[in-house]
């Protein structure tokens, strides 16, 4: 952490803010665009001081969150961490159409802690169905599982490091106290910020994207009526001409051909001269 400490003073190491606020901006960057093309964050804080903050300003921006234990697999064994969260769902859903009632008081106690212990876990990522685009860490020490698996996976890990944690394995780096619950509020507070502009330009292009699709309909249904209104009225003359033919052939009196009136004239003569 040498390159981000000002001085030290008392045997406390003071860190230079200015790189701070820099390093700041380049995570908040990083995680807005992270949140406009509509993939999740994960945010990993169990340590006393950071969990209401946490629950409180993310839970605010719609993204998951672990304030609790971490479970051990939780990124490298995703699916079985899906299929507890489904459990818990199921268990609700019994509950909600009375299949729960049927079962014996002790059944119901047991189902209940289960719930209560899964909820507890887990109930903050219910929503999260596929693996996060990225980590947020508040404290790489006591976070030192969740950044294996992260980097394992290859999943970026943004984090609050203090001055005795070691950056290496992180990819955004926030120099920051990481004790201070102040300073862990400032911090969250500038990335779900981030996160949420970042969610509301999505929503904006959507709705953009949308009204443009919407205005190119309109305009080629416009525009294909006037042909559509062509062709039938060609289509209708066209019968009407028709109809007017047989007509006019109908009523037209019929004329024997001059050459056939000739013939009989000529053959009466011959007669006569006989």
Not at 175 to 191: E, G, H, L, R, Y
């Amino acid at each position: 952490m040498a390159p981000y400490i000002f001085m030290e003073k008392n045997g406390i190491h003071i860190i230079d803010l200015h790189k701070t606020v820099l390093k700041v901006d380049e995570a908040a960057a990083a995680l807005k665009q992270i949140a406009k093309s509509g993939r999740r964050v994960l945010f990993v804080a169990t340590k006393k001081q950071a969990k209401e903050i946490v629950a409180e300003k993310v839970a605010a921006v719609g993204m998951p969150y672990v304030t609790e234990r971490w479970a051990g697999g939780m990124l490298t064994n995703f699916p079985t961490i899906r299929k507890a969260v489904k459990k818990m769902a199921t268990i609700d859903k019994m509950t909600n159409d009375g299949t729960f009632d049927n079962f014996s008081k002790r059944e119901k106690l047991q189902i209940a802690r289960q719930r209560a212990k899964l909820e507890k876990n887990l109930g903050s990522i219910a929503d999260l169905t596929r693996l996060p685009a990225a980590l947020f860490v508040v404290d790489v020490q006591k976070e030192a599982n969740a950044v294996k698996e992260a980097k394992r996976l290859s999943i970026p890990v943004f984090a609050m490091v203090d001055t005795c944690c070691d950056p290496t394995d992180i990819d955004y780096v926030i120099p920051a106290n990481d004790d201070a619950a102040k300073s862990i509020a400032v911090i969250v507070d500038a990335m779900c910020a981030a996160i949420a502009e970042g969610t509301e330009e999505r929503k904006l292009e959507k709705e953009k994207e949308a009204q443009e699709a919407e205005a190119e309909g309109a305009a080629a249904k416009k525009e294909g009526k006037p042909r559509i209104k062509k062709a039938v009225k060609a289509s209708i003359d066209a019968e009407e001409a028709a109809v007017a033919e047989v007509v006019a052939a109908v009523e037209t009196p019929y004329e024997e051909p001059a050459e056939e009136a000739e013939a009989p004239a000529e053959e009466a003569e011959a007669e006569k001269a006989e």
